[in-house]
C-alpha cells in the first residue's frame, strides 16, 4: 500500500490554503518542505485506507478505498479535522483527534492525573474538555487532612496553567472547555472566574439543568448540592445566577450554557444508564462520556450546488455522505491513540461525527439570504438528509463490521444495527475551511471581501459567488470591489442591487436570533451537537444576551455561546469612557486630582508661545522596559527631560512592516504628541491620563497571572508608565456601560502571527482569514 501510486488528480488550492498547508499541515525537514498538498492528501488517504485489510479486504480494495479518500480531499468536498491531516501517514506517534473528555474525580489523585492526561493530549494535538463537577466546594472539609478545600475554580486555574506550558505538537495551541453543574455551591465563582483574567486557556459553560430553567421560567430559587455529600447546602434565585451569567457573558464571551439533561436526554447520550455525559470538547459541540475521543470531518456542502445554481444534487451528495463515513470509520481502527483508557473507551462505543461548512457559501450560491425562512427551510433538509444518509452508511457498516460494542446495551438496540453510536457532529471548520476555500460551519461570512498586506503586495480578496454575481449582473468594477473590500460587506452601496445586498449579508450584520434559530434548525438533526458563534454587534445588551440563551433553550439546542463584538478585541486606539468634568475651580480641561499641578504647569505652558509643540532636545536619556504582551515581547522606552520629566515614548512590538509594529509606533507617537502638546497638566500629570486612558483594554487574550497579567498592547504601555511614574494601576470600568447604553465600537482582532486585521471569533475558537492562525 505504501508502494501504491499517488492518482494523476491535482486540487486547486488558493493562496490561503497553499500557506497555511506549509506552515502546519506538510511534511518537512526543518524548514525545507518535503510534500505538496496533494502528497498530504494522499499520505492521509493511504494511512486511514490501511484500516480496511483488518475486514480482509484485498490489496485492491484498499487502493480503492485510498482513492475514493483522496477524491474527497482533492476536489474539496470533504476534510477531516486537522490532527488527521497533520499526523496520518507521518508515524510520528500522534493521534488523529481533535476532541477529548476526561473525568475529574474529587480527589488529589484524581485531579492531577487528569492534568497529565490532559497535557499529554495537547502534546498530540488534542484538546480537552473537563468537568469540575464533582469537585467539592470551596471551604468544605477534607478528612484525610483536616485542611479546607481549594474548589473547583482553583483546580481551574491549575488546568489553565499547565496548558500555557505545552504546545500542541508545534502546530495547534492548547485548548479547553471547562463545565460545572449550576447547582454547585460555587456556581457564582465559577461563572465569574474569567472576569479578572488569567484563564486564557480555557471556554467555560455553566451545565444548566431543567430544573434550573424551569426555577428562571418561574422566577423560583433552586438547591445547590454538594456534589461530595449529596446534600443540600443552599438555594439561590434562578434569575440572580442567570443574569450573573448573562453579565459576564456580555463582558467576555464566558460563560456558555451547557443544557446538560437536555443532552443526556438525547441521541448524544446513546448508551444511557451505561454512561452520563458530563462535558463537552473545548467548542462546545461535542458531549463526550469521560476519556472518550471522537473523530470528525466536515463536508464542504457548496461543492455540492448544481452547476445552474438552481438546487443541490442530492445523488452527489448521498455517494459522498457514505464513503466520508466509511472515511471516519476507519479513522477509529487506525489512530494512535495516547491512552489506553481513551483508546477502549472510543472503539466501545465507535462515535464519530461528520459536519458540514460552506453553508454561507451554498446559500448566496443560490441567492438565498442567511436571514430568511427559506435558509432555515433548506438548513433543515439538508440536516435531515445527511442525517438519514449518514446512519444508512453505519448501518451498512454494521452488516460488514459488525455494531459498535456497546450496540445491546444503546438506545438503537431495538432498531437496525449501527457501526457507530453517533454518526453527526457539526464541527468548527477554522482551517479546514480555508483549505477548502469556503465559509466557516453553518456561520454567515466574516466579510464579503478583505484586503492583505504583504511587504508590498496589496492583495484583495473577495467572495468568489460575489464577483460572479457582479459580472452577471454587469455591475462589476475594480473600484468596486476595493470599496467592499474597504468595508467588508456590501450593505449601502448604491451600485450594488437591493436583492444582492439582501443576499451578501455578513455576520454582525444578521440579527442574533436568525444565529440561533440557524442552530436550532441543524440540532434538529444532528446526533451530537451544533458549533455556532451566536455573533453579537457591541452596541448589544444584557437582554439581547439574556434573550439568545432563553431561545436556545426554547428552540432545542443542546448548547449556546454568545460573542459580543468587542468583548475580547484588542481596540487599538480605544480611549476608554470619559471622566466626569472637571470642577469649576480646576482649570480648564484638569481633572480635580490633578489641580494642585495646574500651578507649576501653567508657568512653564506660559514660556511656550500658544500652541507650539515642544520641540526635541537633539539628546534626551531615558530607560527600555521589556514587557511580554499578547501580540508578543514589547519593548517601551521612556526619554525624559534633564528635569526628569517624561517628555516621548517609543513602544515596538511585532515584525518590521507588519501592523501590529505600526500600531505600537502609531500609540507611541500619539503618547508623545500629548506629552509634548501645550497644556496646563504637567508631563507627570498627562502621563496620569494617559495611564488612566488605556489600562485594562482588554483583548481577545492575556498573558501572565495577577499584578503581571497584560490584557494588550495598550495595557502593557500604560503598565509601563505607571511603574515609570510610580503610579497604581487603575482599575477597569464595569458592565455599567451596558445598562446605560454607552457603549465603545469594537473591530476585529489583530492576528498574533501575522499581524493583520482579520482575526475573528467563530464557533468557539479565533482564527485568522489572512494567515490561518488558529487559537484551537
Same mark, same amino acid.
Given at each position: 500500500?505504501?508502494?501504491?501510486?499517488?492518482?494523476?488528480?491535482?486540487?486547486?488550492?488558493?493562496?490561503?490554503?497553499?500557506?497555511?498547508?506549509?506552515?502546519?499541515?506538510?511534511?518537512?525537514?526543518?524548514?525545507?518542505?518535503?510534500?505538496?498538498?496533494?502528497?498530504?492528501?494522499?499520505?492521509v488517504?493511504?494511512?486511514?485506507?490501511?484500516?480496511?485489510?483488518?475486514?480482509?479486504?484485498?490489496?485492491?480494495?484498499?487502493?480503492?478505498?485510498?482513492?475514493?479518500?483522496?477524491?474527497?480531499?482533492?476536489?474539496?468536498?470533504?476534510?477531516? *479535522?486537522?490532527?488527521?491531516?497533520?499526523?496520518a501517514?507521518?508515524?510520528?506517534?500522534?493521534?488523529?483527534?481533535?476532541?477529548?473528555?476526561?473525568?475529574?474525580g474529587?480527589?488529589?489523585?484524581?485531579?492531577?492525573?487528569?492534568?497529565?492526561?490532559?497535557?499529554?493530549?495537547?502534546?498530540?494535538?488534542?484538546?480537552?474538555?473537563?468537568?469540575?463537577?464533582?469537585?467539592?466546594?470551596?471551604?468544605?472539609?477534607?478528612?484525610?487532612?483536616?485542611?479546607?478545600?481549594?474548589?473547583?475554580?482553583?483546580?481551574?486555574?491549575?488546568?489553565?496553567?499547565?496548558?500555557?506550558?505545552?504546545?500542541?505538537?508545534?502546530?495547534?495551541?492548547?485548548?479547553?472547555?471547562?463545565?460545572?453543574?449550576?447547582?454547585?455551591?460555587?456556581?457564582?465563582?465559577?461563572?465569574?472566574?474569567?472576569?479578572?483574567?488569567?484563564?486564557?486557556?480555557?471556554?467555560?459553560?455553566?451545565?444548566?439543568?431543567?430544573?434550573?430553567?424551569?426555577?428562571?421560567?418561574?422566577?423560583?430559587?433552586?438547591?445547590?448540592?454538594?456534589?461530595?455529600?449529596?446534600?443540600?447546602t443552599?438555594?439561590?434565585?434562578?434569575?440572580?445566577?442567570?443574569?450573573?451569567?448573562?453579565?459576564?457573558?456580555?463582558?467576555?464571551?464566558?460563560?456558555?450554557?451547557?443544557?446538560?439533561?437536555?443532552?443526556?436526554?438525547?441521541r448524544?447520550?446513546?448508551?444511557?444508564?451505561?454512561?452520563?455525559?458530563?462535558?463537552?470538547?473545548?467548542?462546545?459541540?461535542?458531549?463526550?462520556?469521560?476519556?472518550?475521543?471522537? *473523530?470528525?470531518?466536515?463536508?464542504?456542502?457548496?461543492?455540492?450546488?448544481? @452547476?445552474?445554481?438552481?438546487?443541490?444534487?442530492?445523488?452527489?451528495?448521498?455517494?459522498?455522505?457514505?464513503?466520508?463515513?466509511?472515511?471516519?470509520?476507519?479513522?477509529?481502527?487506525?489512530?494512535?491513540?495516547?491512552?489506553?483508557?481513551?483508546?477502549?473507551?472510543?472503539k466501545?462505543?465507535?462515535?464519530?461525527?461528520?459536519?458540514?461548512?460552506?453553508?454561507?457559501?451554498?446559500?448566496?450560491? %443560490?441567492?438565498?439570504?442567511?436571514?430568511?425562512?427559506?435558509?432555515?427551510?433548506?438548513?433543515?433538509?439538508?440536516?435531515?438528509?445527511?442525517q438519514?444518509?449518514?446512519?444508512?452508511?453505519?448501518?451498512?457498516?454494521?452488516?460488514?463490521?459488525?455494531?459498535?460494542?456497546?450496540?445491546?446495551?444503546?438506545?438503537?438496540?431495538?432498531?437496525?444495527?449501527?457501526? *457507530?453510536?453517533?454518526?453527526?457532529?457539526?464541527?468548527?471548520?477554522?482551517?479546514i475551511?480555508?483549505?477548502?476555500?469556503?465559509?466557516?460551519?453553518?456561520?454567515?461570512?466574516?466579510?464579503?471581501?478583505?484586503?492583505h498586506?504583504?511587504?508590498?503586495?496589496?492583495?484583495?480578496?473577495?467572495?468568489?459567488?460575489?464577483?460572479?454575481?457582479?459580472?452577471?449582473?454587469?455591475?462589476?468594477?475594480?473600484?468596486?470591489?476595493?470599496?467592499?473590500?474597504?468595508?467588508?460587506?456590501?450593505?449601502?452601496?448604491?451600485?450594488?442591487?437591493?436583492?444582492?445586498?439582501?443576499?451578501?449579508v455578513?455576520?454582525?450584520?444578521?440579527? @442574533?436570533?436568525?444565529?440561533?434559530?440557524?442552530?436550532?434548525?441543524?440540532?434538529?438533526?444532528?446526533?451530537?451537537?451544533?458549533?455556532?458563534?451566536?455573533?453579537?454587534?457591541?452596541?448589544?445588551?444584557?437582554?439581547?444576551?439574556?434573550?439568545a440563551?432563553?431561545?436556545?433553550?426554547? %428552540?432545542?439546542?443542546?448548547?449556546?455561546?454568545?460573542?459580543?463584538?468587542?468583548?475580547?478585541?484588542?481596540?487599538?486606539?480605544?480611549?476608554?469612557?470619559?471622566?466626569?468634568?472637571?470642577?469649576?475651580?480646576?482649570p480648564?480641561?484638569?481633572?480635580?486630582?490633578a489641580?494642585? $499641578?495646574?500651578?507649576?504647569?501653567?508657568?512653564?505652558?506660559?514660556?511656550?508661545?500658544?500652541?507650539?509643540?515642544?520641540?526635541?532636545?537633539?539628546?534626551?536619556?531615558?530607560?527600555?522596559?521589556?514587557?511580554?504582551?499578547?501580540?508578543?515581547?514589547?519593548?517601551?522606552?521612556?526619554?525624559?527631560? $534633564?528635569?526628569?520629566?517624561?517628555?516621548?515614548?517609543?513602544?515596538?512590538?511585532?515584525?518590521?512592516?507588519?501592523?501590529?509594529?505600526?500600531?505600537?509606533?502609531?500609540?507611541?507617537?500619539?503618547?508623545?504628541?500629548?506629552?509634548?502638546?501645550?497644556?496646563?497638566?504637567?508631563?507627570?500629570?498627562?502621563?496620569?491620563?494617559v495611564?488612566?486612558?488605556?489600562?485594562?483594554?482588554?483583548?481577545?487574550r492575556?498573558?501572565?497571572?495577577?499584578?503581571?497579567?497584560?490584557?494588550? %498592547?495598550?495595557?502593557?504601555?500604560?503598565?509601563?508608565?505607571?511603574?515609570?511614574?510610580?503610579?497604581?494601576?487603575?482599575?477597569?470600568?464595569?458592565?455599567?456601560?451596558?445598562?446605560?447604553?454607552?457603549?465603545?465600537?469594537?473591530?476585529?482582532? %489583530?492576528?498574533?502571527?501575522?499581524?493583520?486585521?482579520?482575526?475573528?471569533?467563530?464557533?468557539?475558537?479565533?482564527?485568522?482569514?489572512?494567515?490561518?492562525?488558529?487559537?484551537?
Amino acid at each position: 500500500m505504501a508502494q501504491a501510486t499517488r492518482p494523476a488528480k491535482v486540487g486547486n488550492w488558493s493562496e490561503s490554503a497553499q500557506r497555511v498547508l506549509r506552515e502546519r499541515y506538510l511534511m518537512r525537514r526543518g524548514k525545507e518542505v518535503l510534500e505538496t498538498p496533494e502528497g498530504m492528501c494522499w499520505r492521509v488517504a493511504t494511512a486511514i485506507a490501511r484500516a480496511e485489510e483488518r475486514y480482509a479486504k484485498g490489496p485492491t480494495a484498499v487502493q480503492e478505498a485510498a482513492e475514493a479518500f483522496y477524491d474527497l480531499m482533492i476536489d474539496g468536498v470533504f476534510l477531516p *479535522n486537522s490532527p488527521t491531516l497533520m499526523n496520518a501517514g507521518k508515524d510520528n506517534g500522534l493521534q488523529y483527534s481533535a476532541c477529548y473528555v476526561l473525568p475529574v474525580g474529587d480527589s488529589m489523585e484524581e485531579i492531577f492525573e487528569a492534568v497529565k492526561r490532559a497535557a499529554i493530549i495537547h502534546k498530540s494535538g488534542g484538546g480537552t474538555g473537563v468537568s469540575f463537577s464533582r469537585l467539592r466546594p470551596k471551604d468544605s472539609l477534607v478528612e484525610s487532612t483536616g485542611g479546607k478545600a481549594s474548589g473547583p475554580v482553583s483546580f481551574l486555574r491549575a488546568f489553565n496553567g499547565a496548558t500555557d506550558a505545552v504546545k500542541q505538537g508545534g502546530t495547534r495551541r492548547g485548548a479547553n472547555m471547562g463545565i460545572l453543574r449550576v447547582d454547585h455551591p460555587d456556581i457564582l465563582e465559577f461563572v465569574e472566574s474569567k472576569l479578572g483574567g488569567g484563564i486564557t486557556n480555557f471556554n467555560i459553560s455553566v451545565a444548566a439543568t431543567d430544573r434550573f430553567m424551569e426555577a428562571l421560567a418561574k422566577d423560583e430559587a433552586y438547591d445547590l448540592i454538594d456534589p461530595h455529600t449529596r446534600e443540600v447546602t443552599g438555594r439561590l434565585r434562578a434569575r440572580e445566577v442567570f443574569d450573573r451569567i448573562v453579565q459576564a457573558a456580555w463582558r467576555t464571551g464566558d460563560p456558555g450554557l451547557f443544557f446538560i439533561d437536555r443532552c443526556n436526554g438525547g441521541r448524544a447520550n446513546p448508551v444511557r444508564g451505561l454512561y452520563e455525559v458530563e462535558a463537552t470538547n473545548p467548542c462546545g459541540e461535542q458531549p463526550l462520556y469521560p476519556n472518550e475521543a471522537c *473523530n470528525l470531518g466536515s463536508l464542504n456542502v457548496a461543492r455540492f450546488v448544481r @452547476p445552474d445554481h438552481e438546487g443541490i444534487d442530492w445523488d452527489r451528495l448521498d455517494r459522498v455522505v457514505r464513503t466520508t463515513v466509511r472515511f471516519l470509520d476507519d479513522v477509529i481502527d487506525v489512530n494512535p491513540y495516547p491512552l489506553p483508557e481513551i483508546d477502549q473507551a472510543v472503539k466501545d462505543n465507535r462515535r464519530i461525527g461528520l459536519g458540514v461548512m460552506g453553508w454561507a457559501d451554498l446559500l448566496q450560491d %443560490l441567492g438565498i439570504p442567511y436571514d430568511s425562512e427559506q435558509a432555515l427551510e433548506l438548513g433543515d433538509r439538508l440536516a435531515a438528509f445527511i442525517q438519514r444518509a449518514g446512519h444508512e452508511a453505519s448501518a451498512d457498516l454494521a452488516q460488514e463490521r459488525g455494531p459498535f460494542p456497546n450496540w445491546a446495551r444503546s438506545i438503537y438496540r431495538e432498531g437496525p444495527m449501527l457501526r *457507530n453510536s453517533t454518526v453527526t457532529t457539526i464541527a468548527p471548520t477554522g482551517t479546514i475551511s480555508i483549505i477548502s476555500g469556503c465559509s466557516s460551519g453553518i456561520e454567515p461570512l466574516f466579510a464579503i471581501a478583505y484586503s492583505h498586506i504583504v511587504g508590498d503586495r496589496h492583495l484583495t480578496f473577495v467572495s468568489p459567488t460575489f464577483e460572479r454575481v457582479a459580472r452577471e449582473g454587469g455591475f462589476y468594477s475594480e473600484a468596486l470591489m476595493e470599496r467592499v473590500a474597504q468595508q467588508g460587506m456590501v450593505r449601502g452601496l448604491a451600485e450594488i442591487p437591493e436583492e444582492v445586498q439582501r443576499v451578501f449579508v455578513t455576520a454582525h450584520e444578521v440579527a @442574533p436570533e436568525w444565529h440561533v434559530r440557524h442552530q436550532a434548525v441543524f440540532q434538529k438533526h444532528t446526533d451530537n451537537g451544533v458549533s455556532k458563534t451566536i455573533n453579537l454587534p457591541h452596541s448589544a445588551t444584557l437582554d439581547d444576551v439574556a434573550r439568545a440563551y432563553r431561545l436556545a433553550y426554547d %428552540l432545542g439546542c443542546i448548547g449556546i455561546t454568545i460573542f459580543r463584538d468587542g468583548c475580547k478585541d484588542t481596540q487599538v486606539l480605544h480611549v476608554g469612557t470619559q471622566k466626569e468634568p472637571a470642577k469649576a475651580e480646576a482649570p480648564s480641561g484638569v481633572p480635580e486630582a490633578a489641580a494642585p $499641578e495646574a500651578a507649576a504647569a501653567a508657568v512653564e505652558a506660559a514660556a511656550e508661545p500658544r500652541g507650539a509643540i515642544k520641540p526635541r532636545p537633539r539628546t534626551l536619556r531615558g530607560v527600555t522596559y521589556r514587557i511580554d504582551t499578547p501580540m508578543g515581547a514589547a519593548y517601551i522606552h521612556v526619554n525624559q527631560t $534633564e528635569a526628569g520629566e517624561p517628555f516621548e515614548v517609543f513602544a515596538n512590538v511585532g515584525k518590521g512592516g507588519s501592523d501590529t509594529a505600526a500600531v505600537s509606533e502609531a500609540i507611541g507617537r500619539l503618547v508623545s504628541l500629548v506629552l509634548r502638546l501645550p497644556s496646563p497638566l504637567s508631563p507627570r500629570a498627562r502621563v496620569e491620563q494617559v495611564v488612566h486612558q488605556l489600562a485594562g483594554i482588554g483583548g481577545r487574550r492575556e498573558q501572565g497571572f495577577g499584578k503581571r497579567r497584560v490584557r494588550s %498592547l495598550p495595557d502593557a504601555i500604560a503598565q509601563v508608565l505607571a511603574e515609570h511614574i510610580g503610579l497604581t494601576e487603575p482599575g477597569v470600568e464595569e458592565i455599567e456601560a451596558a445598562r446605560k447604553g454607552t457603549q465603545i465600537q469594537g473591530a476585529h482582532d %489583530l492576528c498574533p502571527e501575522c499581524g493583520h486585521h482579520t482575526l475573528v471569533y467563530q464557533e468557539g475558537c479565533s482564527k485568522c482569514y489572512s494567515c490561518a492562525y488558529s487559537d484551537c
